[in-house]
């Protein structure tokens, strides 16, 4: 592993088994192209998984090792990269604690993405304590890092806005960093935190099966990594345009139309000219029926996902289970050097530290 290149940190949360399209082009496919550059972290926030799956431990257990297997899946390598389990990092939950300190209550409780999953996953006044502190959380899952840059999809950027709140604050009320020091010279100043940057995907916010929402895990609108040929294609024909033949003039923003621009023309030049020419007929009425836009669809998210597949296969049972469990094991071990190390600092800063502890990592 090596600490002179610039870090990242990013991650998912086990609410589902596994990762969608969104994930992918949101996030996955930055991932797999900042692997060499940068020193990646990745994180599972499983403990944020019990924000809404509080009563389903099991689940999120079973999840996290669905993630992580997806990971795999994808070409994510723990040889080159950190994957992070969220639980097995102490550090983490002390900054939360620390970082809440740090955020006005009401400016946490107006955040946009806060108040969008409130409304789309059904939480109501019901939610927990628990679930707008994930916010204050994630400040903490970044910030334990130290990274530059944080790919994401476009939902989760008010979240890395509050981040770099958080960020500037300590620098400039713990490090002495002065208040009209630029963020990019934050580290430079003598600020412990680098000011992060959120890194948005290729498709800034992949739009799911209902048309209306973001493509989520939780919200029964997705077509997931490890989906087979025949239900990628099947979820892909359920979705509708309300354009009655191929000679009505479609919506080259619809749906369908997003798709085509995602996984036709994301697929290199020919790619891109081909789903060119398909938005310009679909536009036009030009003899092009959604039916023949689907099939085309399908064919194209098969082929991107159909090496995925087979490696997702491969790692079922109780042999991936344990390549799994042997990769979490070695990044909790790597990334508690370095978390141990962000949260030492942090409470110097803050005049909290009176002896280093040690973290027992045997077992
Ligand atoms: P949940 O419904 O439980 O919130 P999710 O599908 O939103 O799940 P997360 O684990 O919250 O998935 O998100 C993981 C990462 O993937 C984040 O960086 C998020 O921005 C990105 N992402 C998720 N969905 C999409 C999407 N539809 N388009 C682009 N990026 C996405
Ligand atoms: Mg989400």
Not at 126 to 131: C, Q, V
Not at 156 to 177: P, S, T, W
Request: proline residues 4%; glycine residues 10%; contains cysteine.
């Amino acid at each position: 592993m090596s600490t002179a290149k610039p870090r990242i940190l990013t991650g998912d949360t086990p609410t589902h088994t596994g990762l969608h399209l969104g994930h992918y082009v949101g996030s996955l496919e930055n991932r797999l192209k900042l692997q060499d550059q940068y020193d990646c972290y990745f994180l599972i926030a499983n403990v944020h998984a019990f924000t809404t799956l509080a009563e389903k431990p099991a689940e999120v257990r079973a999840n996290t090792i669905g993630i992580v297997k997806d990971w795999l899946a994808v070409g994510l390598d723990p040889q080159r990269s950190t994957f992070v389990l969220q639980s097995e990092i102490p550090a983490i939950a002390e900054l939360t604690f620390l970082f809440a300190m740090l955020l006005p209550f009401n400016k946490v409780m107006r955040n946009p993405t806060l108040k969008t999953e409130i409304e789309t996953k059904g939480l109501g006044e019901s939610h927990s304590f628990g679930f707008p502190m994930y916010a204050v959380g994630q400040c903490a899952d970044i910030l334990t890092f130290r990274p530059e840059l944080v790919p994401v999809g476009e939902d989760q950027e008010a979240h890395i806005e509050m981040c770099r709140d958080v960020a500037l604050k300590f620098n400039q009320l713990y490090c002495g960093v002065g208040n009209r020091v630029v963020p990019e010279e934050h580290v430079k100043a003598g600020g412990l935190f680098p000011i992060p940057k959120a890194k948005v995907g290729r498709v800034a916010r992949l739009v799911g099966l209902d048309g209306k929402n973001k493509m989520s895990k939780s919200l029964g609108n997705a077509i997931f990594l490890y989906d087979d040929a025949k239900t990628v294609q099947k979820k892909i024909n359920k979705i509708t345009t309300g354009r009655q033949s191929p000679t009505e003039p479609g919506d080259v923003s619809n749906i369908l139309m997003q798709y085509v621009d995602a996984f036709i023309g994301g697929a290199g030049d020919e790619g891109y000219t081909r789903a060119e020419e398909i938005k310009r007929r679909y536009g036009a009425g030009d003899n092009i029926g959604d039916g023949h836009v689907k099939a085309e669809l399908g064919e194209a998210i098969n082929k991107l996902i159909e090496p995925m597949r087979v490696r997702r296969t491969e790692l079922e049972g109780e042999r991936g289970d344990a390549m799994v469990q042997e990769v979490i094991r070695i990044g909790v071990e790597r990334a508690n050097v370095v978390a141990e190390e962000t949260l030492f600092l942090a409470k110097k800063a803050m005049g909290l530290e009176f002896g280093r502890r040690t973290v027992s990592l045997a077992g």
